[in-house]
C-alpha cells in the first residue's frame, strides 16, 4: 500500500500568507469601521466662509469646507455675498455632513445637507450662482450634474455669472501670488539700483 506523503509547503510563503490574511482583514475593518465612511448630524454655528463652516457635533466643533465647490475668496467679487448666502441657508440650523476625504490642512471636505432639504448645501450655492465646480476635485457622479447647474447658472447670468469672464479662485490667487512676487523683484531691484547710485556718489 502506497504511503501518501505529506506536502511541505516553504516557511516563507507561510508567512507571507497569514500576513496576507491579516492585512486583508484590517483594511476590511477599516473601511467598514472608518468614520469617513459614514455621515454624522450636528448644527452650523460658524460661516468664516461662502464655502467653510464651522459645525458643531456632540460637543465637538469642526470646520467643515464643502467639498467640489469653490466660492469667491476675500478680496474678490461676490465674497461677502456668497458667505451671507451660507450664513442665510445654513447658520443655527441642523446638518447632515457627510465626509469625502480632508486635506492636506487636516480641514474635512464633505457634502452637508440642511435639515428639510433635498439638495445639498453644495448645490445650492452653484445653482445660486455663487460657486464654481472644482473640475480638478470633483469626479462623483453627482459632480456632472453640478456641472450642468452651473452651466444653467452661467447662461442665465445669475450671481458672479453677470461677470462675462469672472475669475475662479485658485485662478486668482495664482494672479495674485504672481503680481506679489513681481512687486518683491520690482522692490528688490529698485533698492539694488539705489545702493549702486550710492555708492558711485560716494566714489565721485
Known amino acids: 500500500m502506497q504511503k501518501r506523503t505529506k506536502k511541505s509547503s516553504h516557511p516563507a510563503i507561510s508567512i507571507l500568507w497569514r500576513w496576507s490574511k491579516r492585512l486583508f482583514i484590517s483594511a476590511l475593518l477599516v473601511a467598514i469601521f472608518s468614520p469617513q465612511s459614514h455621515a454624522f448630524f450636528g448644527k452650523v454655528i460658524e460661516v468664516p466662509e461662502g464655502d ?18 469653490a466660492t469667491p475668496v476675500k478680496g474678490q467679487s461676490f465674497h461677502e455675498k ?18 469625502i476625504y480632508r486635506d492636506a490642512e487636516g480641514v474635512m471636505n464633505a457634502l452637508i445637507r ?20 472644482k473640475t480638478n476635485e470633483c469626479s462623483a457622479n453627482m459632480c456632472s450634474e453640478w456641472k450642468a447647474r452651473e452651466v444653467l447658472a452661467k447662461s442665465n447670468f445669475v450671481g458672479l455669472w453677470i461677470d462675462p469672464d469672472p475669475i475662479p479662485p485658485w485662478e486668482w490667487k495664482k494672479q495674485s501670488r504672481s503680481k506679489i512676487n513681481q512687486s518683491r523683484h520690482s522692490g528688490t531691484r529698485n533698492r539694488e539700483k539705489a545702493n549702486l547710485e550710492d555708492e558711485v556718489t560716494d566714489s565721485e
Open 52 to 69: 467653510l463652516v464651522v459645525v458643531s457635533a456632540n460637543g465637538v466643533e469642526q470646520r467643515i469646507r464643502l467639498y467640489g465647490v
Open 82 to 99: 456668497a458667505r451671507i448666502l451660507t450664513g442665510c441657508l445654513s447658520l443655527k440650523r441642523n446638518v447632515e455632513v457627510t465626509n
Open 114 to 133: 440642511i435639515d428639510g432639504s433635498k439638495e445639498n448645501l453644495n448645490l445650492q450655492l452653484i445653482a445660486y450662482g455663487l460657486a464654481w465646480v
